[in-house]
């Protein structure tokens, strides 16, 4: 079984502050992890995936495996990343399952 | 963005009543899937297809079926509708090889009264 754990239901920062969304994963074998995201009135989309290693829109996460995480991060947050933010994890059935979702809100 | 189109967007009903949810999609994708998302809760899976023939059950599929009727369309049925199926609905779709990218459509609200 699969199993996508994100213990933060509401955070708030404050802008220019760091932020890191937490997540974490339960799967047997070696899992692909991802990161939706859902801003106001706007389609859920993809984020950012563990195997591109890529920053999008500041926001870094890196998959650890003795910890089995897979931690968002930015170093400086803006307003505009208030939104809803979703880990997600692909094991061997292709299906994606969801954490339960933090929303995240940055204060002026 | 229209690629993933979800009917109606939002729906009354009342306990008993059959309701329909239909998705269509212009993307090409072979993969479609019906989510619902519950606060708290976060998105789950209540059943998938990865082609026209293949229909899977996901983490919460009793009391939904569903119909692929053609690689562009998936409908989502609750044949007898009930309080605790009010949520909102998301349809989605991936390309075969995508390894986990979904394109999600806007969503259909769905109150069971």
């Known amino acids: 079984a699969q199993r996508v754990t994100q213990p933060e239901k509401l955070l708030s920062v404050f802008k220019g502050a760091p932020v890191e969304l937490k997540c974490n994963y339960s799967?047997?074998?070696?899992?692909?992890l991802f990161w939706y995201v859902q801003y106001s009135r706007q389609r859920l989309q993809l984020l950012l995936r563990h195997i591109s290693r890529e920053s999008i829109k500041g926001f870094t996460a890196d998959l650890n495996k003795g910890e089995t995480s897979f931690h968002l991060k930015k170093p400086f947050a803006q307003e505009e990343d208030s939104a809803m933010y979703y880990c997600?994890?692909?094991?061997?059935?292709?299906?994606?399952?969801f954490g339960s979702g933090t929303q995240l809100t940055v204060l002026p | 963005d229209a690629d993933v189109t979800q009917t109606p967007r939002n729906r009354i009903t009342k306990t008993g009543k059959r309701i329909m949810l239909e998705c269509s999609q212009t993307?090409?994708?072979?993969?479609m899937y019906w989510y619902r998302q519950d606060p708290g809760l976060g998105l789950r899976l209540i059943y998938y297809s990865f082609d026209v023939k293949d229909i899977n059950k996901g983490e919460i599929s009793d009391g939904y079926s569903v119909s692929r009727q053609a690689q562009a369309k998936f409908s989502l049925s609750l044949e007898s509708a009930i309080p605790n199926q009010t949520a909102l609905y998301f349809c989605?779709?991936?390309?075969?090889?995508?390894?986990?990218?979904?394109?999600f459509g806007e969503g259909s609200r769905l109150t069971v009264l």
């Open positions: 993307k090409g994708h072979d993969r």
């Open positions: 799967y047997s074998g070696s899992p692909e």
């Open positions: 989605a779709t991936s390309e075969r090889m995508a390894g986990g990218e979904l394109f």
């Open positions: 997600a994890l692909s094991g061997s059935a292709r299906q994606l399952t």
